[in-house]
């Protein structure tokens, strides 16, 4: 994750940072901002000793705020931001398809989306996830059974993507970066 983390520059939206464990890999002198959308206020000290430890004072904005509700345009408009970082988070919004509209549309011409997700497994492993689903998102808010990696490059006008998975367990990961 860190070469892709470290290539990061310009208006960032990063998305579900938690307590910002990744930010050491962001190099602070190709940021003009980031926006770190954590809707979990309980994380936000520690997020911002993450950012300030990273060198990123004055260039870290913590927005106390969902995903779906930042993309309403609340935090950036239409065309704003160079890069949008989504890292095991995607799997817990509502409407992922309508999520995904909403990053692409965010991003400027030329703009990166970079993902690490867990997706939906192949066969009996993905059924049992289909099972887990029914009751899991209540418990930990999150579908098993996301099939991220395609909502997310399906439809959109990607001009180049790239997509590779890993396994951990049966839980297949993805990793991706798309260029708007």
């Known amino acids: 994750m860190a070469p892709h983390l470290a290539a990061l520059s310009g208006v960032i939206l990063d998305l579900g940072p938690g307590t910002g464990?990744?930010?050491?890999?962001?190099?602070?002198?190709?940021?003009?901002?980031?926006?770190?959308?954590?809707?979990c206020v309980g994380l936000h000290a520690e997020l911002a000793r993450s950012?300030?430890?990273?060198?990123?004072?004055?260039?870290?904005?913590?927005?106390?705020?969902?995903?779906?509700?930042?993309?309403?345009?609340?935090?950036?408009?239409?065309?704003?931001?160079?890069?949008?970082?989504?890292?095991?988070?995607?799997?817990?919004?509502?409407?992922?398809?309508?999520?995904?509209?909403?990053?692409?549309?965010?991003?400027?011409?030329?703009?990166r989306l970079v993902f690490f997700e867990?997706?939906?497994?192949?066969?009996?492993?993905?059924?049992?996830?289909?099972?887990?689903?029914v009751l899991w998102p209540h418990m930990l808010g999150c579908r098993l059974d996301a099939r991220t990696d395609e909502v997310l490059v399906r439809g959109l006008e990607?001009?180049?993507v790239d997509v590779w998975e890993e396994r951990d367990g049966v839980m297949p990961w993805v990793w991706g970066k798309a260029v708007k």
């Open 51 to 111: 950012a300030e430890l990273a060198g990123l004072r004055g260039k870290y904005t913590i927005v106390a705020a969902g995903v779906e509700e930042a993309l309403r345009g609340s935090v950036v408009g239409d065309a704003e931001v160079d890069a949008v970082l989504a890292v095991r988070v995607l799997c817990c919004v509502r409407d992922l398809e309508q999520t995904a509209s909403g990053l692409w549309r965010v991003l400027r011409p030329g703009g």
């Open 158 to 160: 990607w001009t180049s």
């Open 21 to 39: 464990a990744h930010l050491r890999h962001i190099r602070p002198e190709a940021v003009t901002r980031i926006y770190g959308i954590e809707p």
């Open 118 to 133: 867990h997706v939906r497994a192949a066969g009996a492993a993905g059924w049992l996830q289909h099972l887990y689903n």
